[in-house]
């Protein structure tokens, strides 16, 4: 359910801080984690080296993809699961829409997973009849919002407990204005118990598949991977083709790593694995590229492939706390959203790498390394050079790069925007400029540093 609008970050952000009390709250909470993830690494001496582990196992991964994939593929054919393969997220869609029609199958129950969210898959299902489920409580919550999640980790941590009560109430038929969390996670476990008994289908993300075994770990808080894995006559998992590790003996590096990062936990409450199919079931995994080889193929760009979606560059980023997730109109917001996004479409993503102040706190906090502020300054590089700068920007670039290079025109240039903030302020100081609408503009000083040294040096 990827957001459909026309509004760039600014102005979608700009919707967002109209209710400062949320944009507070937000800000508040999502620094609580961070600050939580901070306490939590701190009890690691290796926390460091653990990180450059991760970091070089995926740099080998991303240098050997085509093996790693083929070595898993193997695997898990030799276990009996099926593999499929998909390019984009439109053979990703029919593939599952296939294996559901085969078994005529109309009611699919769903873990979280961001790839299918990238692919839009529950929309492309309800459009060919086929209902899905969220049954991760917070993917369910902005699933019954008929929104889509703001954060990858945490799906509806925009919403307020008071709006996740009425939801509930609308919906699940809970009593109104009932805002306790416990009643309403009770209620939620009663509803969803009901879509796990019932469903044939389920289908998972995928958190980490070894090639070594051909298996594969999906992780959760709540346990509803499982319970719909195990419950349904055939389980699919939907992997985009980065998430490869090569032996088993990796994944303790990663797991370690994982909910540190992403909720300050020391593990995810379920870190569970699938290798065959119980007798009679069916497991099927649809390996998708979308656009992951063309990322692969742009050097400064592909060690964003080394993501494991823990949210940490979203929780520490300043412009992400303050903006909203949904502001980035992407399946994946924040930081490395920023840098994802862009690879898939750059004319239609080419504001997200300008949404950071690149102050480098993600890149600080990422688990397995990713220079994602530098990755973020490199896209605006390559955007602007393309074209894909709004024309006011590379306008206005373009006059900055004159005016800096001719003394000249610098000094000309300074006097005269001097003189207009000292005598006709309002040329400057009003709506039209973007600049003005969120800051105060400075009082203009008498002189420039340049004719003050020349006056006290000469
Ligand atoms: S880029 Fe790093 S910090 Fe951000 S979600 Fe991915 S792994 Fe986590």
Known sequence: ???????????????????????????????????????IVHQIPDWELLRETA??????????????????????????VHVHWALNAQEHNQIIRQLLKDKQITHMVKSKSMLTEECGL????????????????????????????????????????????????????????????QILTEAARQHLREIFLTRRAALTGVNFAVAETGEFVVCTNEGNADMGAHLADIHIASMGIEKLIPERKHLGVFLRLLTRSATGQPITTYSSHFRKPRDGKEIHIVLVDNGRSEQLGRPDFRNSLKCIRCGACMNTCPVYRRSGGHS????????????????????????????????????????????IHDQLYKWRQVLVKKGYAPTAKKIGMQLMAATLSSPALYHTAGKAGRAALRYIPFAINNKLNPWYKHRDMPQAPKQSFRDWYLKNNS
């Open 1 to 39: 359910m990827s957001a459909v609008t026309n509004k760039d970050h600014a102005e979608l952000a700009e919707d967002f801080n109209r209710d400062e009390n949320r944009v507070d709250w937000h800000d508040e909470t999502l620094w609580w984690i961070r600050q939580k993830r901070d306490r």
């Open 55 to 80: 970091s070089q196992i995926k740099h080998n991964v991303l240098s050997n993809m085509h093996s790693y994939l083929q070595q898993f593929e193997a695997n898990a054919l030799a276990n009996g």
């Open 122 to 181: 529950n929309e492309y299902l309800a459009e060919h009849g086929i209902e899905v489920i969220d049954s991760d409580l917070g993917e369910r919550i902005v699933q019954l919002a008929k929104e889509p999640p703001s954060h990858i980790v945490l799906p509806c941590i925009h919403k307020k407990k008071e709006e996740i009560g009425d939801l509930f109430h609308m919906y699940l038929g809970t009593p109104s204005n009932v805002a306790d969390p």
């Open 328 to 371: 980035y109109h992407t399946a994946v917001a924040g930081p490395i959203g920023s840098i994802l996004a862009p690879n898939l479409d750059m004319e239609k993503y080419a504001d997200l790498p300008f949404a950071s102040t690149l102050c480098g706190s993600c890149s600080n906090v990422c688990p397995v390394k990713i220079d």
